[in-house]
C-alpha cells in the first residue's frame, strides 16, 4: 500500500512570548524572553519564584463565559489555538467529510490546576466528600481532543498522547501516520499544557529540575551555557493542521511544509536523567531520517530539546555529533526553549512550529542568553547563538524528550 | 424578593451563564437555563455550600426548576 503525503495547512500558537502565530514568530526572530515572576499564585515560598507564563490572555475573548468554567486552563489554551490553525487552514468546517477529521492532542499532564484545587479543596474538609462533578472531566488530558472535536464536530479518530515532554511531538507523529495509512484526510494536533501552579513549580523544584536564578528570571532558560542550572517552566499551547496532500492540493490550500517523517525511541535508563551518551537520542534522529528517506547531510536546521539543564543539553549534542559526523557543524542548532521556557507537554507542538516558520520565513531564531562557552560542547556547533540567523531552510528537524526516557523527533521539509 | 431568592439566582447567574431575567421561578436548569447533567449537579453543590445545607440525591433529583430550588431551601433553612 502506498503511503499518502502528508503537509501542513495551518498553525496556531499561545506561547509566554506571543499569543497567535504573528506574535510568536515576531518575538522569536527578535530574542524576546517570556520569563517573569509567577502571578498564577503566590510562589513567594518557592525556590523557583518565575516562569513562563501566557499573558494578557481573557479565554472568554475565545470561548464562551459557561464553557470557560468547565475547561482547564490547559483545555482553554487548546481550543484558542486549535481555532487558530483551523481559521488559518482556510478549511470550510461545512463541507468538510467531518467523518475524515480526526483530533490527536499532546499534554503531559492534562489539569493539574483542577486536581490540585480539588484536592487541597477535600484536605481542607471534614472528610465529607464534595468533590465538583467537573472535576474528573476537566483534568483528563483527553478533554482537550475531545472539546475541540464536539466544537467542530469532528468524528474521525480522537484522543491523547502522553509522553511528558514529547506528548505534541507523539501526536504529530501519530497524526502524520493516520493521514499517510489513510484512515483520515485532515488531523488537528499539538499539545497544550498549563502546569504553572504550587502543585507543578514545587513538584519540579523538589526534582532540582529547574532553574532557580530569581534574580534575572529572563536570562535564566540558556541552554548549552555553562552556568546553566536547570529549565524555566512555561505554559501555552500549540496547533497544526495535517492534511492529505492531494486532499490540500485539490482545494488550493496554503501549504507551509511536507511533514516528512518521524521517529520515536526511548532510553530505558531512568525516570528522569537522560543517558549520559544520548543513545536513544542517537536513535530517535536516526529513526527519523530513516523514516522520512533523508539522509543527514540533508538536514539544515534542528530545532533541539535543549531545555538548560545541565546533562541534557551535552547528552543532545554529543548525539546530533554522532548521527550527522562532519555535518553536524553545517546544521543550525537552536533551542527557541531559551525564549518561550518549557512548556512540557506542548514543547513538541510550539516547537515544530518555530521549525516551520523559520523555514517558511529563512530565518533561524537564535538560542538567548548564552554568554559563557561550555567546554563539554563541541566549538565547532552553530549553536545559533544570541541573534537569529538567515539561512535557507530546506529539511528542519526538531526533537523533544519526555520524563521516562521518551523520545520523540519530527522533521519538516519544503514541499517539492 | 426573598434574600434566599436572589442568592439562589446569582449562584444560578454564574454557573449557568445564563442572563438574570431568564432566571424565572418556572425555568427549569436543563430544559431552559441549558444546563447538563454535571451543571445541575454542581448546582445542588452550590446551593448546600451557600445555605449551609444537605441536600440528599433522592430529593436533588427534584429540583428541575428556579422555583423548586428556593422552595426546597426556604423550607430546610
Known amino acids: ?416 | 424578593m426573598s434574600d434566599i431568592a436572589s442568592r439562589v439566582k446569582a449562584i444560578i447567574v454564574d454557573k449557568l451563564g445564563v442572563d438574570e431575567n431568564e432566571v424565572v421561578a418556572e425555568a427549569s436548569f436543563t430544559n431552559d437555563l441549558g444546563a447538563d447533567s454535571l451543571d445541575t449537579v454542581e448546582l445542588i453543590m452550590e446551593f448546600e455550600k451557600e445555605f449551609d445545607i444537605q441536600i440528599p440525591d433522592d430529593q436533588a433529583e427534584n429540583i428541575a426548576t428556579v422555583g423548586q430550588a428556593i422552595k426546597y431551601i426556604e423550607e430546610a433553612k
Request: charge should be negative; glycine fraction near 10%.
Open chain 1, 1 to 416: 500500500m502506498e503511503l499518502k503525503r502528508v503537509v501542513v495547512t495551518g498553525l496556531g500558537a499561545l506561547t509566554p512570548i506571543g499569543n497567535n502565530i504573528e506574535e510568536y514568530w515576531n518575538a522569536l526572530k527578535s530574542g524576546q524572553s517570556g520569563a517573569a515572576e509567577v502571578t498564577h499564585f503566590d510562589a513567594s515560598k518557592f525556590k523557583t519564584q518565575f516562569a513562563c507564563e501566557i499573558k494578557n490572555f481573557d479565554p472568554t475573548e475565545f470561548i464562551d463565559r459557561k464553557e470557560v468554567r468547565r475547561m482547564d486552563r490547559f483545555a482553554q489554551y487548546a481550543m484558542v489555538t486549535a481555532q487558530e490553525a483551523m481559521e488559518d487552514s482556510g478549511l470550510d468546517v461545512d463541507t468538510l467529510d467531518k467523518n475524515r477529521v480526526g483530533v490527536i492532542w499532546g499534554a503531559g499532564i492534562g489539569g493539574l490546576e483542577t486536581f490540585q484545587d480539588e484536592v487541597s479543596n477535600y484536605a481542607k474538609g471534614d472528610g465529607t466528600p464534595r468533590f465538583n462533578p467537573f472535576f474528573i472531566p476537566k483534568m483528563i488530558a483527553d478533554i482537550a481532543p475531545g472539546l475541540i472535536s464536539i466544537k467542530y464536530g469532528f468524528m474521525g479518530p480522537n484522543y491523547a498522547t502522553v509522553s511528558a515532554c514529547a506528548s505534541s511531538a507523539n501526536a504529530i507523529f501519530d497524526a502524520m501516520n493516520m493521514i499517510r495509512l489513510g484512515h483520515t484526510d485532515v488531523v488537528i494536533t499539538g499539545g497544550s499544557e498549563a502546569a504553572v501552579t504550587a502543585a507543578g513549580m514545587g513538584g519540579f523544584n523538589a526534582m532540582h529540575a529547574m532553574s532557580t536564578r530569581n534574580d534575572d528570571p529572563k536570562s535564566a532558560s540558556r541552554p548549552f551555557d555553562a552556568n546553566r542550572d536547570g529549565f524555566v517552566l512555561g505554559e501555552g499551547s500549540g496547533a497544526l493542521v495535517l492534511e492529505e496532500y492531494e486532499h490540500a492540493k485539490a482545494r488550493g490550500a496554503k501549504i507551509y511544509a511536507e511533514v516528512a517523517g518521524g521517529g520515536l525511541s526511548a532510553d530505558a535508563y531512568h525516570m528522569t536523567a537522560p543517558h549520559p551518551e544520548g543513545i536513544g537520542v542517537v536513535a530517535v534522529m536516526e529513526n527519523c531520517l530513516r523514516n522520512a528517506g533523508l539522509k543527514p547531510e540533508d538536514v539544515d536546521a534542528i530545532n533541539t530539546h535543549g531545555t538548560s539543564t545541565p546533562l541534557g543539553d551535552v547528552a543532545e549534542l554529543k548525539a546530533i555529533g554522532k548521527v550527522f559526523g562532519d555535518h553536524a557543524k553545517n546544521i543550525n542548532i537552536n533551542s527557541t526553549k531559551s525564549m518561550t521556557g518549557h512548556l512540557l507537554g506542548a514543547a513538541g507542538a510550539v516547537e515544530a512550529i518555530a521549525s516551520i516558520l523559520s523555514m517558511e520565513h529563512g530565518l533561524i531564531p537564535p538560542t538567548i542568553n548564552h554568554e559563557t562557552v561550555d567546554e563539554n560542547i563541541d566549538p565547532e556547533l552553530n549553536l545559533t547563538l544570541n541573534k537569529a540567523q538567515k539561512r535557507d531552510v530546506n529539511v528542519v528537524m526538531s526533537n523533544t524528550f519526555g520524563f521516562g526516557g521518551h523520545n520523540a523527533c519530527v522533521v519538516f521539509k519544503k514541499l517539492d
